[in-house]
């Protein structure tokens, strides 16, 4: 991380006239470390003030200033160093009694009595005194209006809680501007006491933003208006400890914010802020430990639905997530301030939790209103199937963005610039460039998504077990046949392109790394040529259509219904349920029974007596009988006929029928007419074949 801190120039710091500062000796040259949290107007009065006392800057040297060459810097000697920081800082913590002198002291610096110091003072107090009144004048407005008890749902609560956000905000909108007029009047115009407002005012509507929040999710007051699925007894337990924590956090900042601006050093401002970073912290573990089991509650029950094992385990651990979070943001303001950093680690520090709780509460939001968007309505038994692969597609696209806006949330939360950052930062030369990478991975992948949901939709669904062989062909379709392998290929053609962009975007250069994966490719081509052959012969099958999934096909050795195909091989399911998967390579004929139309035969063997124009007009009335049924008679191409006699035996007289139908499911159809021929012969006394049996007996002698 590097080093935010700006070096003015050579001062020459006069006699101050405080008994407790000590006299620099005349034509010292004194640098002046001042904090980057100081605009250019506070440096100028500061140049201003420090010119009346007697300092003039000192000539600029015309020659390189020597900086002394850094050591090469390891993990030890870094940790060697953040100790010794901090150690060095929290010796230095007595100076801080020293503030309230310098604040009177540059309160009369910029012309303003000690008597108006203390009463700017004296006025601010009574101002943090009155802003909890305000919320619970609020409060109290908000109950008055809405006695009634709100109706069950989330739709009655949010629109509740709306309103009630709508009568805090102007609530504190009034009292801030209130607030920051009487504190600006009692500023006297100098510049420390109007910055102090402005901090001190922003502090305090941070301060009470946090808590009308707060109110409105866990509502301790108002059961009916709570948004966290938990009971009156966690509700209590939650708003005592996290309401302290949002009071406090906002008041560390801005005490750590005064001290550098009063002009302490930078161990000063580290020991301060480190002295409340160890409480803070303590605080923060405690109360996580102690809302642990309310959480998880909240956690379990926030979808209203059946909690899936992702959910039951994060509600298991999530205290200790959190845990880990507060001593590794610490830990991490630690290493910023010993190296160098000011004030601002301390407010980056603080929102950095809260942060990642409201991008947790708006991911929450997002998994429980997207899936209120595509709830299958009142009549409906369930939703759509689009509906469904729809919503699981926005969901994951949501999971997306939530992820890009928290990083680039947190980014600008610790200083860094990913927008326009310096030439030869450390934004750009690492974060902007992992930053870019990783959103062009995820590019790719919100791409994927709806590139897939899309797909999906335009997939057949896949026949279960126990149905008709012949159901498939509804679902016969090149479209379905291709879909599936354009699926994969643009999966591969994604993550491919994803990866070298992504590469390339990180700095590295990706020639070498194509050259080597062009060489590689033609390594196997010659090792693997099998495989080759079956990729290559399942492309010309694929172009020829000489098959679609959904069909009836013989491949030789094997047949079987088209189950799925891959770029080497086919899938067939066999009628009793096997599946066979062939290489295309080793096919070397397809015969496709199910393609445009089929020709069903069939013989009957009826008795050598029967009228054979009887037999014709029954074959011809129950062909226009299955032509004229409504569930079956549009599958019927022509309709079923006699073709005649075919052979003539001792005991039956062979005769043939034939229809043509859709190749959708024929034998269902020969089953049809089988019943309804065997129906018409038994009303027209046709009797079919019976095998006669010849006995020969013969005496024992």
């Known amino acids: 991380m590097r080093i935010r801190f700006c070096t003015l120039a050579l001062l020459l710091f006069p006699w101050l006239g405080s008994a407790d500062v000590a006299a620099e000796p005349a034509g010292t040259a004194i640098v002046l470390q001042l904090p980057p949290s100081m605009s250019a107007e506070e440096v100028r009065a500061l140049l201003a003030a420090l010119t009346a006392k007697g300092a003039r800057p000192t000539a600029q040297s015309d020659g390189p200033a020597a900086f002394p060459s850094e050591p090469t810097s390891t993990t030890a000697s870094m ?14 913590l007595p100076v801080l009694a020293e503030a309230p002198q310098r604040w009177i002291d540059l309160a009369k610096s910029e012309g303003v009595a000690r008597h108006a110091a203390l009463r700017f003072w004296v006025v601010a107090f009574a101002g943090l005194l009155a ?25 009655p609560r949010l629109h509740a809680a709306g309103i009630k956000l709508a009568i805090w905000i102007a609530s504190l909108a009034v009292f801030a501007i209130g607030y920051w007029t009487v504190l600006f009047f009692a500023s006297s115009g100098a510049m420390i006491l109007q910055q102090t407002a402005d901090h001190l005012v922003w502090a305090v509507v941070k301060w009470r933003l946090l808590i009308i929040a707060l109110a409105i999710v866990v509502s301790p007051h108002r059961p009916d208006l709570r948004l966290l699925a938990i009971d009156d007894a966690d509700a209590a337990t939650c708003s005592c400890w996290i309401t302290v924590y949002l009071a ?86 630690t290493i910023e301030f010993a190296l160098g950093q000011g004030a601002w680690v301390t407010a980056a520090s603080a929102a950095t939790q809260g942060v990642i709780v409201a991008l947790a509460v708006i991911w929450q939001a997002g998994q429980k209103l997207i899936p209120r968007l595509f709830a299958a309505d009142a009549g409906e038994p369930a939703a759509p199937l689009h509906r469904v692969r729809f919503e699981r597609a ?54 994927w998504t709806v590139l897939s949901a899309l797909i999906d939709e335009k997939m057949p669904q896949a026949r279960g077990p126990g149905e008709d062989d012949e159901a498939a062909a509804a ?15 643009v999966l591969i053609g994604l993550i491919v392109a994803a990866i070298i962009v992504a590469l390339s975007t990180l700095g590295l250069n990706v020639a070498p790394l194509l050259a080597g994966l062009g060489v590689v490719g033609i390594a196997v081509g010659f090792g693997a040529q099998s495989l080759v052959r079956d990729v290559i012969s399942g492309i010309f099958f694929l172009m020829e259509d000489a098959f679609r999934v959904g069909e009836y096909i013989d491949a030789g050795r ?13 899938r067939l399911r066999h009628q009793n349920g096997q599946v066979h998967t062939i290489p295309f390579g080793q096919v070397q004929a397809v015969t496709n029974f199910s393609r445009d139309w089929s020709v069903t035969k069939f013989n009957l063997h009826l ?60 034998t269902y159809l020969q089953r049809q007419a089988l019943r309804r021929l065997m129906e018409a012969f038994a009303a027209a006394d046709l009797r079919f074949a019976a095998l006669d049996v010849t006995m020969q007996l013969s005496s024992a002698a």
């Open 79 to 92: 940790a060697a160093n953040v100790w010794a920081s901090t150690v060095q800082a929290l010796r230095s």
């Open 131 to 155: 802003a909890p009144l305000i919320g619970q004048l609020s409060r109290r407005l908000f109950d008055s209006r809405r006695r009634t008890v709100v109706e069950p749902g989330l739709m």
């Open 248 to 333: 406090l956090n906002p008041t560390i900042v801005f005490v750590i914010w005064l001290v550098e601006r009063l002009g302490f050093s930078h161990e000063v401002v580290f020991g301060a802020a480190f002295a409340f970073a160890l409480p803070i912290t303590m605080y923060k573990v405690a109360m996580y430990w102690a809302i642990r089991h309310p959480v998880a509650r909240a956690i379990r029950a926030a979808t209203g639905v059946e909690c899936t094992p992702f959910r039951r385990y994060l509600a298991s651990i999530w205290h200790w997530l959190f845990i880990g979070l507060a001593i590794a943001v610490m830990v991490a303001a």
């Open 394 to 447: 926005l969901l994951q696209l949501f999971d997306a963005l939530v992820w890009i806006a928290g990083a680039a949330w947190l980014a600008q939360t610790w200083g860094l610039n990913l927008v326009d950052p310096a030439p030869g930062s450390f934004e750009q030369l690492f974060v902007r460039r992992t930053f870019e990478a990783a959103a062009t991975i995820v590019t790719a992948w919100i791409l």
């Open 475 to 489: 679902s016969i379709s090149r479209v379905g046949t291709l879909l599936p392998l354009i699926r994969n290929v």
């Open 558 to 570: 094997l047949r079987g219904t088209v189950e799925g195909m891959s770029l080497r091989s086919v």
């Open 607 to 666: 008795e050598p007596t029967v009228d054979v124009e009887t037999v014709r007009r029954t074959i011809k009335r129950v062909g226009e009988e299955l032509l004229n049924d409504p569930d079956i008679g549009s599958e019927f191409i022509q309709p079923l006929k006699m073709q005649g006699i075919v052979d003539v035996l001792q005991t039956a007289l062979v005769v043939r029928c034939k229809f043509t139908s859709t190749p959708g499911r024929p």
